[in-house]
């Protein structure tokens, strides 16, 4: 019997060393792909101000499509068993359709007021946005049935759009081609792979607690998203395109790293969704260790190959990226591995916590981040970045133990 419990344990610990593998992989083709040929391609291709405005819009985009996506996304996998105990389905489709729609008005408000975009570019980008809502959704199928291999396909399907897109960006001189291909191509896939569209537009009796936690996804994931992007979004207005360009290229290698191990913290989610995992807090504490000590391993090897891999990729904007380089890459490499941290506060913690947490997060980097811009310049707002997320940090860790501590007390 005991060798049969042993069996079962090393049959689950392979098991969730491949997802991690796969969701590591499927990560690293996007990335890069993304970072080492387009962004790289787009900014020998424009003036460092016109590619920081590309660099703004195209973050503005992907706060919508991760904040309302990804909060479903996460909100299905949360509110998981409650639908399975009552043998139901509905509600998602709704939210979904309600969410994209607002998002487009707001977006298309945004690119044409404040960037003034016109054209076919305008609707090449709400496009671009509503199916990264889509897509961002939909792959929580994956996550439902743990099924990290059909997910390394849809990344390998993603990386390959957004090679044929560039290529068509070229010829058409339209940027947004690149990215719109690269989300088709994805989309193709989910389509043939989940079955998530064929799910009736049907309210449930659910549908007021799930709307409920969804909302307060959104707030959280938009705070946490602004800040992802608070680089180009703040910097743009107060300091120009230009210097949104030098903090992006000198943030590259650190943002990468995090991109890659990122991914982590979707498998941690979908093993804590599971009704037969149970969180102690040994089990949150070992998690934790583990995470900082790989993490800061990659990282420490990172930084030591920085400066070669930005100077090789980013060589017109090299010199001027160069003093913030460390400061910058670890600011971003500990903003990712809180991330990691982040799905035993979001599974086992109150989910009003994540407005907290990420409120708190907000208010200091926008104080810290303009009052230190204001008097050090691009290298004051990497010193405020590496506060705050030192900050988040702390503070994700204290409300994850005291949160577990009190289940274990019940």
Not at 18 to 37: K, P, R
Not at 116 to 133: D, K, P, V
Not at 318 to 334: D, V
């Amino acid at each position: 019997m005991d060798q049969s419990d042993s069996k079962v344990k090393i049959e689950k610990g392979k098991k969730v060393i491949s997802d991690f593998g796969y969701n590591i992989i499927a990560t690293m083709a996007v990335t890069i792909v993304l970072q080492m040929i387009v962004y790289p391609y787009l900014a020998a291709s424009f003036s460092a101000d016109v590619y920081g405005q590309l660099l703004t819009i195209m973050g503005i985009a992907n706060i919508f499509a991760v904040s309302l996506g990804g909060g479903l996304n996460n909100v299905r996998l949360i509110q998981k068993n409650l639908y399975e105990e009552q043998d139901i389905t509905g509600d998602y489709n709704p939210l979904l359709i309600l969410s994209s729609s607002i998002s487009i008005l707001i977006f298309g408000f945004i690119v044409v007021v404040q960037f003034e975009i016109r054209g076919m570019s305008i609707f090449l980008l709400l496009f671009y946005m509503l199916i990264g809502i889509i897509e961002n959704y939909w792959a929580v199928a994956y996550r439902i049935v743990i099924n990290y291999k059909a997910n390394l396909i849809y990344n390998i399907m993603l990386s390959a759009g957004y090679l044929v897109g560039i290529i068509l960006a070229r010829e058409i001189g339209n940027w947004t081609i690149a990215f719109v291909m690269g989300e088709l191509f994805g989309l193709f896939y989910l389509l043939k792979s989940t079955s998530l569209y064929k799910e009736k537009l049907k309210v449930t009796p659910l549908f007021a607690s799930t709307m409920k936690a969804y909302f307060i996804l959104i707030g959280t994931n938009l705070i946490a998203n602004i800040v992802n992007y608070l680089d180009r979004i703040f910097l743009y207005p107060i300091l120009g395109g230009e210097q949104v360009t030098i903090y992006t290229v000198s943030s590259f290698v650190g943002k990468s790293i995090g991109l890659l191990i990122t991914p982590v913290a979707g498998v941690l989610l979908s093993y804590y969704a599971q009704k037969s995992f149970k969180m102690t807090l040994k089990k949150y504490w070992v998690i934790n260790g583990i995470t900082i000590l790989v993490g800061g391993t990659a990282g420490g090897v990172a930084m030591i190959a920085a400066p070669w891999i930005t100077a090789l990729l980013y060589p017109t904007v090299f010199g001027s990226a160069n003093p913030y380089l460390l400061i910058a890459n670890i600011a971003s490499l500990i903003g990712a591995l809180t991330n990691i941290l982040s799905p035993s506060v979001l599974k086992f913690a109150n989910i009003s916590w994540q407005i907290v947490i990420q409120g708190i997060y907000a208010i200091a980097y926008m104080g810290l981040g303009y009052a230190f811009m204001i008097s050090h310049g691009l290298f004051g707002f990497c010193m405020a970045t590496l506060l705050v997320n030192l900050i988040r940090m702390v503070l994700l860790m204290f409300i994850g133990h005291f949160s577990i501590w009190r289940r274990e007390g019940e």
